[in-house]
């Protein structure tokens, strides 16, 4: 993969204790990257840097070999939808689409009208280019929001969660849509969010960004099974964390810290004892909280008719991580 | 070397915190200075009438405040909390007094109820007397008009206030077992009472700072505004300078003590609340008796305002002891038009009262832009205080100042000799205008989102581009508010120009006031009418956008 967006070091101090970085990625043509974090992980601050909102304390981006660390925003080439869409209120959606075209938008025909129709056919818009958009829906919005980001045909583009302001029984379908649209388009996007699911679902790649750090830039399924440290581990879908002799049990080493998914704990005839304590039925599976001989709790997925609440069971992982102990 | 941006925003803050210092501060220190000078200081300290004038400047501010909230605030409860027939276009008759500039309701007041005024004559009819029945003039005088123009205030304010209470609050007091005079006293005036803080405070401020009401009506009886202007009148300039310094720090005392009083909106805190449902008034007798005396005062409101138009119809020299006038036409408004020397005091004013408020519009959106990306806890910027400053002090206490700022030829110092030129008075109404543009435009910068500017510059539009494309049009209504108040306060004003106009540049104040005293009437009438309906209009322009 040759890389197309470089981040290098990229620093930005903001009190004395706040500090996000260096962070250091490398993003290929096309691709879609996830920037994924807990609230003050600093995700939203990378973008805004990228974006050249923010001016970074040390590091370099750079664009098809090209610097544009010191580039002010309008000089970046680079689109970016808002959480909030920013759609200017006092311009109806054909202006707003043609903000960036060098032009009006309102002259029937010319090549700004076209490109403007050519932008709202491409978010499923067509024909409400004379639309107030107060009128439009959320969902609608969000279209419009990114046919004017991607008109100016932008060298990369930017999201700012996304999806984050829609009704949760639109998201799903919104993702596809938008998936399916970037990769047709085939722009080079990076997207902030802080929902896992929405990370998998619409990123090639995902970088997991903790306390300001980058912990790992990795494919969904390498996240999820070959987490890089314990963060990512416990950040990244359900996990059960022991230590100790429930730790040891399970396959770990001394002094080590496991991590193991409910889904790879199953009940057998021999292995680590416990009681079951509670039990949550979600359809197709049950989890079970299991309290350990040595009093560690942990949660195993397994079919619902696997144990009652009170019995007492013996567990196996079928696949755990093994971690250092982290210096606290 | 190159500037990067954060040292051109710091240049641009330094640049016009630097400009309206020398607008706003700079007076007032030169002011102080020249009123240090010992015989001034001792001609003051043992002259009565100076003790005298400083202590009626501060009674009549606070009779004004007790009338004013006298008035106000019972009218607005009955406004706010009570339904009767005609209450929507009575409570907006209600705030006529205003869109009548200062000095054209003194006047309409005077030929209302002055000695030869239509109720005075009226009266003399009816009764067969040889004379006036009364002469107005005095604190009387100066209180009635006071209480008209400024119950405005409080009937404002506190129907605001009342807007916001939640009515379930009072609901729980009466749960409680509060009768109806308890949860007024316990609880609603509590909580309305940043609103009636807010009200006392401008009241005292405007009557503090009232000129055109003691100019007119106050005979022997001086405030410090008039004693100002007549001590510098009579050419002793040292002591109106000490006079004014005198005044400011009253002014500056009186700001203290009632903001202090102000605390905090705890309304804002509890946030949301439900309307309060209006109760209809059901006895019949009653109803029509509110009705009644709701339409005679908005009669009474309109009065001045019809009888300005009244006398503005009334030729030179046809009316002399008639109850009313025996010619009407419109010969008045002709003459202002056709002769050269009447309509220019009203382009004076026009083209004065444009730049100006141009001027102030201007700044506040240099300030606004340079203070839009600061975090909203950070400290009050010194351009936000400067530009606040000018609404603290009288406006005779500025025109004193730049006058004498402004008379000495010294480029080192940055001062030139603009008195005597036309440039002066425009200067002036700009630093009166600065609070005015100032607030609503910041307000304005506020309530912008700061991602629609981001969204400008990542679709490659520069600073400059997106400032014009996106900033300009959402700020237009804000400019439109701002920008009308100010022009009608300048097109109207009377207190600093009579202070600093020169002949070629008279103001349409100043030209009423000439007017009256050759006694044409209907031209100064008629000059009032123009500046009304001007002031009418702008604020409706602007209100509407």
Do not use: C
């Not at chain 1, 306390?211 to 099974?225: I, M, R, S």
């Not at chain 1, 292995?271 to 509670?278: A, D, H, K, L």
């Not at chain 2, 003051?44 to 009438?49: C, D, I, K, N, R």
Request: net charge positive.
């Amino acid at each position: 993969m040759t890389v197309f967006l470089e981040v290098a070091e990229l620093t930005k101090q903001w009190a004395h204790t706040v500090t996000v970085g260096p962070v250091s990625l490398g993003i290929g043509r096309g691709e879609i990257v996830a920037l994924l974090g807990p609230s003050g992980s600093g995700k939203t601050t990378i973008l805004r840097l990228l974006a050249g909102f923010e001016t970074p304390d040390a590091g370099r981006i750079a664009v098809e070999g090209e610097d544009v660390t010191a580039a002010p925003p309008a000089g970046r080439r680079f689109g970016m939808v808002f959480q909030h869409y920013a759609l200017f209120p006092h311009l109806d959606v054909g202006e707003n689409v043609a903000f960036g075209l060098g032009g009006r938008g309102k002259g029937e025909g010319g090549p700004v009208a076209s490109k403007v129709a050519e932008a709202l056919a491409l978010v499923d818009l067509v024909g409400f280019e004379r639309r107030p958009v107060q009128e439009l829906s959320g969902g609608q919005q969000q279209r419009v929001a990114l046919a004017r980001a991607l008109a100016p045909e932008p060298r990369v583009l930017l999201l700012d969660e996304p999806l984050s302001n829609l009704d949760p029984t639109l998201r799903e379908r919104t993702r596809r849509e938008l998936r399916a649209l970037i990769q047709r388009v085939g722009i080079t996007t990076l997207f902030v969010t802080h929902e896992q699911e929405e990370a998998f679902d619409l990123g090639d790649r995902v970088a997991v960004l903790n306390a300001g750090k980058l912990e790992q830039l990795a494919t969904p399924d390498e996240l999820y099974e070959r987490p890089a440290t314990l963060f990512v581990a416990t950040f990244v879908g359900r996990a059960n964390v022991l230590r100790g002799p429930a730790a040891r049990a399970l396959g770990g080493r001394d002094g080590e810290v496991v991590v193991v998914r409910p889904e790879r704990l199953r009940f057998t005839d021999a292995g680590f004892p416990g009681i079951v304590r509670e039990r949550r039925y979600t359809g197709p599976a049950a989890f079970y909280v299991v309290e350990g001989d040595d009093g560690a709790r942990f949660e195993v997925q397994a079919e619902p008719g696997a144990a009652r609440v009170g019995e007492r069971v013996y567990v196996q992982a079928a696949r755990m991580i093994g971690f250092a102990e982290p210096a606290s | 070397m190159s500037v990067t941006p954060r040292q051109r925003r710091a240049l641009g803050e330094l640049a016009l915190t630097l400009l309206l210092a020398w607008l706003v501060v700079y007076p007032i220190a030169i002011l102080t200075l020249g009123a240090a000078d010992r015989e001034a200081i001792h001609t003051f300290v043992t002259h009565p009438g100076e003790w005298g004038a400083l202590w009626a400047s501060i009674w009549i501010s606070v009779a004004s405040v007790v009338l004013a909230g006298g008035i106000g605030i019972p009218l607005a409860f009955l406004f706010e909390w009570l339904d009767f027939p005609g209450r929507r276009t009575l409570g907006t008759l209600i705030a006529l007094p205003a869109v009548l500039p200062p000095f054209v309701g003194v006047i309409a007041f005077l030929f209302l109820y002055g000695e030869s005024g239509f109720v005075a004559r009226a009266v003399q009819a009816v009764f067969g007397l040889e004379q006036s029945p009364w002469r107005l003039q005095g604190a009387g005088a100066i209180l009635l008009v006071h209480a008209y123009s400024m119950y405005v205030y409080f009937y404002l304010f506190t129907r605001a206030g009342l807007a916001k209470l939640d009515w379930s609050m009072l609901e729980a007091a009466q749960a409680l077992g509060a009768g109806r005079w308890a949860t007024l006293r316990r609880v609603t005036l509590p909580l309305i009472r940043p609103s009636l803080a807010g009200a006392t405070l401008l009241v005292f401020m405007t009557a503090l700072g009232s000129f055109s009401a003691p100019y007119v009506f106050g005979g022997g009886f001086r405030v410090m505004t008039t004693q100002i202007v007549a001590s510098k009148l009579n050419g002793e300039l040292a002591l109106a300078t000490v006079e004014t310094v005198v005044l400011a720090l009253v002014a500056i005392i009186g700001l203290a003590l009632l903001r202090r009083g102000e605390g905090d909106d705890v309304l804002v805190a509890l946030g949301k609340g439900t309307a309060p449902r209006r109760r209809p008034i059901r006895r019949a007798g009653v109803r029509g008796l509110a009705t009644a005396a709701g339409w005679l005062f908005a009669v009474l409101l309109l009065l001045p305002h019809l009888t300005l138009g009244l006398v503005s119809l009334v030729p030179y020299g046809t009316w002399t002891t008639e109850t009313l006038p025996p010619v009407v036409s419109l010969v008045n408004y002709q003459r202002l038009f056709a002769e050269p020397a009447r309509l220019e005091p009203l382009l004076n004013s026009a083209w004065m009262a444009a730049a100006s408020t141009l001027a102030a519009l201007a700044l506040a959106l240099a300030a606004g832009e340079l203070l839009r990306r600061r975090s909203p806890g950070a400290w009050r910027h010194p351009i936000e205080s400067l530009l606040a400053l000018p609404w603290a002090l009288p406006g005779t206490v500025f025109a004193i100042a730049l006058a004498a700022t402004f008379s000495v030829h010294s480029p080192l110092t940055l001062r030139w000799v603009l008195v005597g030129s036309v440039a002066l008075l425009p200067l002036a109404y700009v630093v009166r205008n600065l609070p005015i543009t100032g607030r609503a435009v910041l307000a304005g910068f506020r309530q912008l989102d700061p991602a629609l500017e981001e969204a400008a510059a990542s679709l490659g539009a520069g600073r400059w581009a997106a400032f014009r494309r996106v900033t300009l049009p959402l700020l237009t209504p804000a400019l439109a508010a701002g920008g009308s108040l100010a022009f009608i306060a300048a097109l109207g004003d009377f207190v600093t120009s009579i202070v600093l106009y020169t002949y070629d540049n008279r103001p349409i104040s100043i030209e009423i006031m000439s007017s009256l005293r050759v006694s044409e009437l209907g031209i100064a009438a008629a000059f009032g009418v123009i500046l009304m309906v001007a002031s009418a209009l702008v604020l409706g322009v602007g209100a509407r956008r």
